[in-house]
């Protein structure tokens, strides 16, 4: 994870110093979901907490996907994301840049 750290680190930093707010967005991966609807973990888990103890701004899509809960794995992840899959990970993203303020609060048109 040192690497990853490193180069997050990195990201962040430059964004920040070229005046914008940085949001680090997690798109996982098939098997990743399938771990989570099986086991309840994430492979990915260390590099969030790295990056909630640096204070980052973080979109986990996992919590977007899991409100598909119903849905099949293949249905949502067959190859790429679906466009399911995409249009719920979008509406959080949203979601969350709306609430640090980082997008207008204007009528988005879906």
């Known amino acids: 994870m040192t690497r990853n750290a490193s180069l997050f680190t990195a990201f962040y930093e430059m964004a920040q110093r070229d005046g914008a707010q940085p949001v680090i967005v997690i798109f996982p991966d098939r098997s990743d979901l399938v ?8 492979r990915y ?6 990056f909630a103890r ?9 919590e977007a996907l899991d409100t598909a809960a119903d849905r099949p794995i293949a249905e949502l992840v067959p190859t790429h994301y679906s466009p399911l899959a995409n249009r719920l990970v979008a509406e959080q993203l949203l979601r969350q840049l709306l609430a640090l303020g980082i997008m207008p609060k204007r009528r988005i048109e879906s």
């Not at 888990?45 to 790295?50: C, H, M, V, Y």
């Not at 640096?54 to 899509?61: L, N, P, R």
């Open 35 to 42: 771990r989570w609807r099986g086991a309840g973990t994430k």
């Open 54 to 62: 640096k204070g980052y701004h973080v979109v986990d899509a996992m």
């Open 45 to 50: 888990a260390p590099l969030l907490d790295f």
